[in-house]
């Protein structure tokens, strides 16, 4: 059964830094592309970041390159998403979503984890 478990949110301020972790189970991280994705109240669903190990693809939206950076352990068959700078607009609840390629469609989406950025 896959699952993917999100963590690693909480409440921090401007400027300041959190890791968001994506533990899989179920299947091989190093055999898929694992994105993230975040939702804030009223807004679309956005594409934050995605990785595929494999192929040595990362992907970043404009809103959040050279801010983030994601990583996978395969050890740990998890995923790492490093979000350093914060800002309040990336308040959001941020899930993690399994997909064959960074480009889409995903395949299962994971549980998320709520992300808050005060000023």
């Known amino acids: 059964e896959v699952q993917l478990q999100a963590s690693g949110g909480g409440l921090v301020q401007a400027g300041g830094s959190l890791r968001l972790s994506c533990a899989a189970s179920?299947?091989?991280?190093?055999?898929?592309?694992l994105g993230w994705f975040r939702q804030a109240p009223g807004k679309e669903r956005e594409g934050v970041s995605c990785?595929?190990?494999?192929?040595?693809?990362?992907y970043y939206s404009d809103s959040v390159k050279g801010r983030f950076t994601i990583s996978s352990d395969n050890a740990k068959n998890t995923v790492y998403l490093q979000m350093n700078s914060l800002k309040p607009e990336d308040t959001a609840f941020y899930y993690c979503?399994?997909?064959?390629?960074?480009?889409?469609?995903?395949?299962?989406w994971g549980q998320g984890t709520q992300v808050t950025v005060s000023s």
């Open positions: 979503a399994l997909e064959n390629y960074c480009s889409g469609p995903v395949e299962y």
């Open positions: 179920g299947f091989t991280i190093d055999d898929y592309a």
């Open positions: 990785i595929k190990s494999s192929d040595g693809v990362t």
